[in-house]
């Protein structure tokens, strides 16, 4: 996708490989606040789900959900994770920049760390308008993002590629689309054996976000 750091996702993801941020086992905290969210009759859509653990820890709680990514060898990965379970998981190749016409819409959608993937103001917003074209009228969006309050090691090689956004980027962003429902600090995981936090968020879909649009 266009506006990211990496190109190609699958190389990523080939020879039984994961990038370093990879949730291998679910992130319960964030979980937790989405979950929190969720109701019976819902439909949701991960963005992003790399190999689904998050995505199938809800499926385990019987949510309807699918699991979501750019990358069709991470969805091939996910969904032999998903039947080996015996749980219910939807798998769908998606490119949130561009999505089919036949997606649908959700319910509630959510993504941890693929919306801070995207390194411009316009991508970053065009990103906020294309998860309000997936949700329902007062859709649910949960995201996960990090934070610019993270204290780097200048010194780190790769520290010009953590993703951060300050509060300010969220909201400048978000209100035109959503009501803020809430926004948490919160941590990305310890994969990488580095802290990193994060703001967690929850916005739900203006009945007349159009007007917002315009306006803004």
């Known amino acids: 996708m266009q506006d990211q750091l990496i190109s190609n996702w699958d ?4 020879n039984g490989n994961n990038p370093q941020w990879e949730d291998l086992e679910p992130n319960q905290e964030f979980l937790s606040l989405v979950h929190a969210f969720i109701k019976p009759e819902m439909k949701v859509l991960e963005i992003g789900s790399g190999l689904g653990h998050n995505a199938l820890e809800l ?12 990358s ?11 039947e080996e379970s015996g749980f219910k998981l939807g798998t769908q190749i998606l490119d949130i920049m561009s999505p089919s016409s036949d997606i649908g819409t959700y319910d509630l959608v ?6 801070h993937s995207f390194f411009t103001y316009e991508s970053r917003r065009k990103y906020v308008t294309q998860v309000c074209t997936l949700l329902c009228e007062g859709g649910i969006w949960v995201n996960s993002s990090g934070s610019a309050d993270n204290p780097d090691d ?23 689309h959503f009501e803020i429902i809430q926004i948490r600090r919160g941590q990305y995981g310890n994969n990488t054996g580095k802290d990193f936090y994060t703001w967690e968020g929850v916005f739900k879909k203006r009945a007349n976000q159009a007007i917002h649009a315009t306006s803004a």
Not at 11 to 14: A, G, K, P, V
Not at 110 to 115: A, E, I, L, R, T
Not at 154 to 176: A, F, K
Request: with cysteine; glycine share 4%.
């Open 11 to 14: 190389n990523l993801y080939q």
């Open 59 to 70: 499926a385990k709680k019987e949510v309807d959900i699918t699991a979501s990514d750019v």
């Open 154 to 176: 200048p010194s780190d090689p790769h520290v010009g590629s953590y993703p951060r956004l300050t509060l300010s980027d969220i909201t400048s962003l978000v209100e035109p």
């Open 110 to 115: 959510f993504d941890k760390g693929c919306w």
């Open 72 to 82: 069709s060898i991470a969805m091939e990965r996910c969904k032999k994770m998903a």
